[in-house]
C-alpha cells in the first residue's frame, strides 16, 4: 500500500481531487491503463485520472446495500454480475438474510438499468492482462470498492490498483487485501463522510456519468 500524499483537506472538488490522485499515479502514464470509475462520484474523479495518464475510461458497478434503518450506511454490496458482499457487522445492525436479498435485488435492478444507460452501444472493456486503476471519491465504509475490486479481479487483470482522494482508515485496510496496489492520498483520523473532504460534494446524475463516458 502506498502511503498516503501530503495533501490539503479538503479539496476544491472532485476535478481537483482527480488532478491530484492522477500526480501520485504518474508513473502508470503510458502503459494504457483501463481506468474504472464507481458511479456516480467517481466518475469525475476517474476520468481526469483517465485522460491525464492516457487511458481508456469506463466504468465499474457496484453499489453499497444500505442498513435497514439508515440507507447511507452500506451493510455490503452487489456488483452487476449478482455477486454480493456482506459485512461483518450487518446482522448486529438490523440487516438479517431475508432484508439483503431484497437489497441486493433492489440495487442489482438499478445497476443494470445504468449499464443499459451508460454504455447501451458497447460492452464493457475488457480488463483481463491490463493495467486496471479502479477510482472512486472517497472510502468510508469500503463496501462498494470491495464488491468492485471484486468483481474486476473476476476478469483476470494485470494488475489491479485502487485508487482514491481518501478514505477512512478501517476502510482502506479492507480493500488492501483485494488490490494489487492502493494509491490514497489522505487518511483522516476523525472521518466521518467522504464529503465532509470536498467544498463541493453535489451530488452526480446519471446524465453526467453519460457524458463523461462518451465526451
Not at 82 to 109: K, M
Not at 123 to 146: C, E, N, S
Amino acid at each position: 500500500m502506498q502511503p498516503p500524499v501530503k495533501v490539503h483537506l479538503p479539496f476544491l472538488n472532485r476535478l481537483q481531487a482527480g488532478e491530484q490522485l492522477a500526480a501520485a499515479m504518474a508513473d502508470f502514464a503510458g502503459r494504457k491503463p483501463l481506468v474504472l470509475a464507481i458511479p456516480r462520484g467517481g466518475t469525475a474523479v476517474a476520468k481526469i485520472v483517465a485522460e491525464r495518464l492516457g487511458g481508456e475510461l469506463d466504468v465499474v458497478l457496484a453499489h453499497k446495500l444500505g442498513a435497514p434503518w439508515n440507507p447511507e450506511l452500506a451493510v455490503g454490496a452487489v456488483d452487476e454480475a449478482g455477486n454480493v458482499y456482506v459485512s461483518d457487522t450487518a446482522a448486529a445492525i438490523g440487516a438479517d438474510e431475508a432484508y439483503l436479498e431484497r437489497e441486493a435485488a433492489e440495487q442489482l435492478q438499478q445497476l443494470l438499468r445504468r449499464r443499459r444507460l451508460f454504455t447501451p452501444d458497447r460492452a464493457p472493456i475488457d480488463p483481463k492482462g491490463r493495467l486496471v486503476i479502479v477510482v472512486d471519491d472517497g472510502l468510508a465504509t469500503g463496501a462498494t470498492m470491495i464488491a468492485a475490486l471484486h468483481a474486476v479481479r473476476g476478469y483476470q487483470p494485470e494488475h489491479l490498483v485502487c485508487a482514491v482522494p481518501v478514505s477512512s482508515e478501517e476502510a482502506l485496510h479492507a480493500v488492501a487485501p483485494l488490490a494489487d496496489e492502493v494509491v490514497c492520498l489522505a487518511v483522516p483520523k476523525h472521518f466521518g463522510g467522504v464529503g465532509r473532504f470536498y467544498f463541493d460534494f453535489a451530488q452526480v446524475e446519471d446524465d453526467e456519468v453519460v457524458a463523461a463516458l462518451h465526451g
